[in-house]
């Protein structure tokens, strides 16, 4: 039977809490630091690690039997040095095979705002109508989530870990800062405003657009084109976590899309209204009011359809 079989009836063993103890401590002992790192594009195979060790041992040349036994030792120590080196090159993906990083998720339905801390101390508010999914605890160099929906973060710096946050095939990524991030479904776009730091916004073959304070960029899903503002107003812009509802020359789709997240309702506007822009501070305002004074901007009329409203009018 091949040497080192025993490894891989380990791996598929139950105690995953005494897997990982046992693999950090080997990894310890080989004191491996001037052993190369490797590139953050590479891919780790378990199966390729492993067949490229046997296979190395198969090559050896067969000697006589008095000298087999040498052979056999020298054998075994290039077998040993070959796993440890490739262990410690991919040690991060070796934990993930052994231990699972557990991973989870949490839903802010339309009407309410969520919050949690995740593992690093970074703060997140989920707006109405978002998910968010998140590991249990970073491993490695990178820090990463999913998002669905609208967040704002006040993540922790880490020069060693960056942040990054996934919404589709767009990614914002950071070292530390604050910023808010809205990429709902029905969106055609993805905004990411920054409020404190620097932030780098990339979508799937096009350049990264950098951000500082008081910085957005709106980044289209389809062509991923990107458009910069400066002088944004973040503050109130996310204002939405603390409970304010504060629109600044907003599109209406935008607006109803707010509004459908913040109250659960639905409101439909006539195609001559889309081109709409509000601006309007409804912070405490009713429901209600709040149609009627869209109503008035627009220069239309709110009429009630199944459980929430259209919009009709002339247009702005």
Known sequence: ???????????????????????????????????????????????????????????????????????????????????????????????????????????????????????????????????????????????????????????????????????????TQVLGTSFNVKAYPEDNFVKVDVATGKVGVVA????????????????NKKDHSAITTQGVDVNALSGWKDGDFIVKNMPLPEVLNAIKHRFNILIKADANLTKCSISANFTNVSLQNIVKIISKLVKGKAIAEGEGYRLKGKGC
């Open 204 to 219: 799937a073959q096009a350049k990264t657009v950098f951000l500082t304070p008081a910085e957005e960029v709106i980044v």
């Open 1 to 171: 039977m091949r040497k080192f079989t025993f490894l891989r009836k380990k791996i598929q063993a139950k105690d995953r809490s005494l897997q990982e103890k046992l693999v950090t401590k080997y990894f310890d002992d080989l004191q491996l630091n001037q052993q190369p790192k490797a590139g953050q594009d590479a891919g780790f195979d378990s199966d390729e690690v492993y067949n490229r060790i046997i296979s190395n041992i198969d090559a050896l040349p067969v000697k006589s039997a008095g000298r087999r036994k040498k052979w056999m030792v020298a054998a075994s120590l290039f077998a040993m040095a070959s796993f440890s080196a490739l262990l410690f090159q991919y040690r991060s993906q070796v934990l993930d095979v052994v231990s699972p990083i557990v991973q989870k998720q949490i839903i802010a339905t339309n009407g309410h705002v969520t919050n949690l801390t995740l593992a690093d101390g970074t703060k997140v508010w989920l707006n109405g109508g978002s998910k968010l999914s998140y590991p249990e605890t970073f491993r490695g160099n990178k820090r990463e989530i999913t998002l669905v929906g609208e967040a704002f973060l006040e993540v922790v710096h880490d020069a060693k870990k960056s942040f990054i946050v996934h919404t589709g095939n767009i990614k």
